[in-house]
């Protein structure tokens, strides 16, 4: 499909039908001010990510740590709860 060019005036007063436009019919769009080229519009690809149906069987297959371990990251975990004082205001220095 051809690159339509507009203006960003006509972009941000047709902004739901130019989005529309591109979501479903896969049209690309230049936005211009006068002349120049100041951003592109078009369809976002899909993500490549990890299959949610696969999640179980990755999780299986990862190293699994002893009870022992588990009881001491737990201790670990309530340590810093014990001894962590969160200030008031975080962004104070």
Do not use: C
Not at 1 to 23: C, D, I, K, P
Not at 44 to 49: L, N, P, S, V, Y
Not at 81 to 91: E, G, K, L, Q, Y
């Amino acid at each position: 499909m051809a690159v339509v060019a507009v203006t960003v005036t006509e972009f941000s007063r047709g902004l739901s039908n130019f989005l529309n436009q591109v979501q479903y019919q896969g049209q690309t769009l230049d936005i211009q001010r006068g002349k120049k080229l100041v951003a592109r519009v078009l369809p976002a690809t899909a993500t490549e990510g990890f299959p949610i149906a696969q999640l179980d069987e990755m999780l299986a297959k990862m190293p699994h740590i002893s009870a022992a371990e588990r009881l001491q990251w737990v201790e670990d975990l309530d340590s810093l709860r014990t001894n962590f004082s969160a200030r008031s205001n975080p962004w104070a220095l």
